[in-house]
């Protein structure tokens, strides 16, 4: 191999953001943080940081993701933890401007947890809040006029979380991925409110209810019931060994 000198290629940093979702009162919510310092100080951002010399970018990620939110990665091949979250590399972003300190290079990934407490801040972050993703994101996917509720994302961080609400929405038509919002066991009516408010739109209970109970492997009945919900005791259910759910619970027009 001849020998090459590596002062020859520009130096660049690499990152990783998290689009981290969950459902908090029947809307979809996104984890946000205010910075604390430049560049951006006061804006608020996803959360994430740099990439450490002796750490892969999954090893990067799931650790911010226990630093921001306490939770743990969950491995899809072991049973379910109480703090776990699923966790999946989303996109890269490299454009040469998109951080004014330096070439940065981000490797964005997707947490989806269930219904989340209050997040602490951490890093070079004073604040940290989760916000309905339609008051940070849009109609089309740009950032809404910025004041004090709704301030417009740091670097490219708006791009960022409209790709990974769109890979959810889409991923919970054709795959089982709907259930990381939920906890260990669940009601078909709290699915269908992930459903509703991950992708916007309100579901007719009974053919929600026909079709998640007819997805096979979709879901596997506990056994048991709640009232947490109020009213009659409903049927709870966990997730099931399936993936890909055939026939896949497509998106409704709107």
């Given at each position: 191999?001849?020998?090459?000198d590596?002062s ?28 604390g ?79 989340l ?8 972050a ?81 053919n ?26 409903a ?20």
């Open positions: 191999m001849p020998p090459y590596p020859t290629f520009p130096p660049f940093a690499v990152t990783v953001d998290l689009v981290v979702l969950t459902v908090r009162r029947h809307a979809l919510c996104a984890l946000v943080v205010r910075r310092e430049s560049p951006f100080q006061g804006r608020w951002a996803l959360p994430g940081g740099f990439v450490r010399a002796d750490e892969d970018l999954g090893a990067a990620a799931a650790r911010e993701l226990v630093e921001e939110t306490g939770l743990c990665a969950q491995d899809p091949a072991a049973p379910a933890i109480g703090n776990g979250a699923h966790l999946e590399q989303l996109a890269t972003y490299g454009d040469p401007g998109r951080d004014p300190r330096m070439r940065v290079v981000s490797v964005a990934h997707l947490a989806l947890a269930p219904d407490p209050a997040p602490r801040a951490g890093g070079d004073n604040s940290a809040r989760w916000s309905p993703v339609e008051d940070l994101l849009g109609a089309e996917g740009s950032l809404g006029h910025e004041d004090e509720n709704q301030a417009s994302l740091a670097f490219d961080h708006a791009r960022i979380l409209a790709d990974g609400v769109e890979r959810a929405r889409s991923k919970i038509e054709y795959s089982s991925l709907a259930t990381a919002f939920c906890p260990p066991e669940f009601t078909v009516g709290e699915l269908r409110r992930v459903y509703e408010a991950v992708w916007g739109v309100v579901l007719d209970p009974r929600f209810h026909r079709k998640v109970t007819g997805t096979p492997g979709f879901l596997v009945p506990t056994g048991g019931t709640t009232t947490r919900q109020g009213g009659r005791p049927q709870l259910f966990r997730a099931g060994a399936a993936t890909v759910l055939n026939p896949p619970m497509l998106r409704p027009e709107v």
